[in-house]
């Protein structure tokens, strides 16, 4: 089972800062294809959700306004941007955002998702399986 990440983001900000840290949260985890859902709280209608956002994404290291991005498993606060890019920095983004280790077949999983089967990513983005060489 994949968990439902879900990344609360905003595509309409006066804030350089802010625009920069969705950007690379959105280009990290499509690099490395990585399911998640991106939530704009900036778009019409979404004024639960941003509520919802304001209301759970409560981490002690931020001073001042809840702001994007903030990253959910199902409901429960993971993180904020400050936590995402320090996972990614540290190579544990697996442990942030909840992937726990799937042993499946190569061949059951051709699909476009790659299975992160006990993966290291590295600095460049790519994913290297442990204990396999290359065979050719």
């Known amino acids: 089972d994949t968990p ?3 990344v609360y983001i905003t595509t ?7 625009r920069k840290q969705v950007q690379r949260t959105v ?3 499509e690099g ?7 939530i704009d709280i900036t778009k ?7 509520a919802f956002m304001k209301e759970k994404a409560i981490n002690a290291r931020t001073k001042g306004p809840i702001l994007p991005p903030q990253f959910f498993i199902d409901d429960n606060y993971v993180g904020n941007y400050l936590d995402f890019e320090e996972s990614v ?16 077949d190569e061949e059951e999983n051709s699909g476009s998702v790659p299975v992160l089967n ?3 990513v590295g600095n460049e983005g790519k994913v ?3 204990g396999e060489e290359d065979e050719e």
Not at 12 to 18: L, M, P, R
């Open 4 to 6: 439902n990440i879900k």
């Open 12 to 18: 309409i900000t006066a804030n350089t800062e802010i």
């Open 27 to 29: 280009m990290i985890l």
């Open 32 to 38: 490395l294809r990585i399911p998640f859902k991106a």
């Open 44 to 50: 019409p209608g979404m004024e639960e959700e941003r």
């Open 89 to 104: 920095e540290e190579d544990k983004l697996e442990q942030f955002l909840k992937l726990t280790p799937v042993l499946e």
């Open 118 to 120: 006990h993966s290291k």
């Open 128 to 130: 290297e399986e442990e």
